[in-house]
């Protein structure tokens, strides 16, 4: 029989309270990212290939007639989402990746697109993807395919500071610069791509978040907005986008707008780590129970992620869309995809077949969706990794933390050569 530990025991992770409203918007600032960006859960794969050979997987060409489930997609919002991001590519064509997908074809699909009515039926609609690709599925030689949920957190606060609303979030400071990997001062580790611009002329490691929360950016009038509680700040900064609730009604938006540099450090796998929770346990709102529990000790695990975030405001964006992701367009509820940027050509549609728990209380329903891919992440990795963006505020929020599935199939849709001009 094993020895008794001389240790004291690790407490567990409290069972956590019943959600009130205040506590769903609380998710909302962190479940966009949470499995990836608080545990560090990543699907990577490496590969070889078939009849489109890449470094990252295979592609063999399928028919339309093989997707199960494409003739009852609905086809008009796949469309509207994909041309939505036309004139974005028109006036700045995204880079052709590692996959291959060719930006000069997508750029002529996307003027076809725009050449027809801003909202078409749903039989042109589909007549639209089947005449200008090819579906491709999409093989990798090493893991498996991989989906997650994300979205856009809603939270309330202030842009006063007030008894209530007295927790930060700040923006870019006029400090703060970009490093050119090829003249990397000395004073800077390597991997960080922002430093601190100094009077002397040199740049040096930012401040770090232990730093910042202990007042390094005072008084120099960068407060954004103010929220209630640490955890939410700490969660938007993940996330990387947010809306923010004010007392009149009105939301303001905000969006990420460079960062300290130093690592990111996933604060749940350091409690999975010292034993408060096996993965398998853990769950947001137990991490955030575990947080408030102890307010005190809840600071010091999140100080244990130096790296600290910083916001700008977002105009006239349209208010049944999500934030403008890394494709330069505001995302679709249900309809935009994040991949890994170094492989997927943006702009480019993917086909998922999934079963996900996206119903009440998690029941598992059928996802047959052409997506677009718009956004990306540091922790996406992999040809068949996804991020589904589920859509806006709590609810949302509730159903995209549920996904970690694994999909059927996740099939691109190439540009035939003939779309290029």
Known sequence: MRAPSSRPPVPRLPVPRPP?????????AAMCLFWLAVFGI?????????????????????????????????????FAAFRLGCAHAIAEPPRT??????SAALVATCRAALALPAAPDAAIARRFFERHFDPHLVEPSDGRPFLTGYFEPEVPGSLTRTDRFAVPLYRRPADL?????????????????????VASGGI????????IEAGA????????????????????????????????????????????????????????ERGVSTAAEMTLDRLRAWIEADPAAGRDLMRQNRSFVFFRPLDGLAPELGAIAAAGVQITPGRSLAVDRTLHTFGTPVWIEADLPLGDDGALQSFRRLMI????????VGPARGD?????????????GRVRHEPRRFVVLVPRPDARP
């Open 20 to 28: 009130a409203q205040r506590r769903l918007a609380g998710l909302a």
């Open 42 to 78: 990543t699907a990577t794969v490496n590969a070889a290939g078939d009849s489109h050979m890449t470094a990252a997987s295979r592609l063999t060409r399928i028919a339309f007639a093989d997707l199960d489930g494409w003739p009852q997609d609905r086809h008009a919002e796949a």
């Open 97 to 102: 990746r590692a996959l291959g997908i060719d």
């Open 177 to 197: 610069v970009e490093i050119d990997a090829n003249h990397r001062p000395a004073a800077v580790p390597p991997g960080f791509a922002f430093g601190r611009a």
């Open 204 to 211: 040096v490691e930012y401040h770090d978040r232990a730093a």
């Open 217 to 272: 950016l005072r008084d120099r009038g960068l407060e954004l907005v103010w929220l209630e509680h640490p955890v939410d700040a700490f969660f938007i900064q993940v996330q990387g986008s947010a809306r923010i609730r004010l007392a009149d009604g009105s939301a303001l938006r905000i969006a990420y707008d460079g960062k300290t540099g130093h690592p990111y450090t996933s604060i749940g796998r350091i409690l999975v």
């Open 373 to 380: 891919a718009q956004d990306t992440g540091s922790a996406i």
């Open 388 to 400: 589904v963006f589920v859509g806006l505020g709590a609810d949302a929020g509730l159903r995209a």
